[in-house]
């Protein structure tokens, strides 16, 4: 679970008019807790106007680079966001939550990579990116990159030095809805996008593993055209950054209290609360300090495992079939389909 330390902001870098980079200090005797796989994230708390708030953000460093660097880009009524690309400062101090997040390459052997990215979806795909490149010799990474301008294009310049660096091993496909510079694509990721790039310009290649992030309806549109052409999906990673739809129907009926026992940092809350709340809202209701973030159902911060009774998830973006199968949810989708619950934060 989440375990967050004061650290000092070291430097803060404007990458596009919107968009900062900020680097983290990272003292010795906490290095090994920062330590981090590329393609990781690390959740902030910070108060601003007397409210906690947490986010979640990629770390766009690699993990040689010995450097905890993340993005913030600025979005409307974005209240950290805005915060972070406006006022803070270098010496400043934020909470930050040590590394966690599960869009790694786990798959060592694979030797023709796709990242595909729009808009600040780049962050955990450039770490991705330049892990592969240095750690590989002969490993290829194509780089599909969505945005509205070149100016609007968080990492160009880093992005250009490292296709200059790794000449025939990292190739790059921009494109963008406003401008149209050469050698570009001009529109959105979508179908026609995937297709020219796969089926044109590589298509004497074998891809062996996808990795997507951005936001919800590229992704679904990205996902779709890779199985058309007969990608596997265990091949196909992916890590929202926005949502375009958070919310079904809760998947419970009926009114009444249920009984919840749950287990953070080796202590044991049992509360009981209405059957129509989540897990997560509840126990933070309680004063449990239960790990979370996005409460979204898009980062896997608020994980736990089912003991005993059952709940289901009104979404889930994260876990795959086989592990809610042996338990794990999501706790701020989860709402409790059983009369008890016992959840575990710990063992995740």
């Keep these: 679970m989440s375990k967050f330390n004061p ?15 900020i680097v983290f200090d990272v ?5 090994a807790d920062y330590q981090f796989e590329a393609g990781q994230y690390v959740n902030i708390k910070s108060i601003i106007n007397g409210e906690e708030l947490r986010r979640s953000y990629s770390i766009s460093s690699s993990p040689k680079s010995d450097e ?5 880009k600025a979005v409307e009524n974005g209240v950290f966001s805005n915060y972070a690309t406006q006022q803070l400062q270098v010496g400043d101090i934020l909470e ?7 869009f790694v390459l786990e798959n060592k052997d694979a030797k023709v990579i796709a990242g595909i990215a729009a808009g600040s979806g780049i962050t955990p795909i450039i770490s991705l990116a330049k892990d592969v490149l240095e750690n590989a010799t002969d490993t290829i990474f194509v780089l599909i990159y969505g945005n509205k301008s070149v100016e609007d294009t968080i990492y160009y310049n880093e992005i250009e030095a490292l296709k200059s660096h790794y000449l025939g091993r990292f190739f790059v496909h921009y494109t963008f809805t406003k401008e149209h510079p050469d050698d570009s694509l001009f529109g959105r990721i979508e179908r026609s996008t995937i297709n020219f790039v796969m089926k044109n310009k590589h298509n004497e290649k074998q891809f062996d593993e996808y990795f997507l992030c951005g936001p919800e309806d590229m992704i679904k549109k990205v996902t779709d055209v890779l199985k058309e052409n007969g990608t596997a999906e265990e091949q196909i990673h992916y890590e929202l950054f926005t949502t375009s739809s958070t919310n079904g129907e809760i998947p419970v009926s009926g009114e009444g209290m249920v009984k919840v026992t749950v287990l953070v940092d080796d202590v044991e809350t049992t509360f009981n609360m209405p059957r129509t709340e989540n897990i997560l809202n509840a126990a933070l209701k309680h004063g449990v300090d239960a790990p979370y973030s996005c409460q979204g159902g898009i980062c896997s911060s608020c994980m736990c495992r089912t003991i005993k009774g059952s709940a289901e998830m009104k979404t889930n973006h994260i876990l795959m079939d086989d592990e809610v199968e042996e338990g794990l949810l999501l706790a701020c989708q989860a709402y409790v389909t059983s009369d008890e619950i016992y959840v575990d934060f ?3």
């Design 346 to 348: 710990d063992d995740v």
């Design 96 to 102: 930050v939550a040590v590394p966690e997040g599960k």
């Design 68 to 72: 905890l660097r993340i993005v913030v």
């Design 27 to 31: 003292p010795a005797d906490l290095k």
């Design 7 to 21: 650290l000092k902001v070291k430097e803060i870098k404007r990458e596009t008019p919107l968009a900062v980079s």
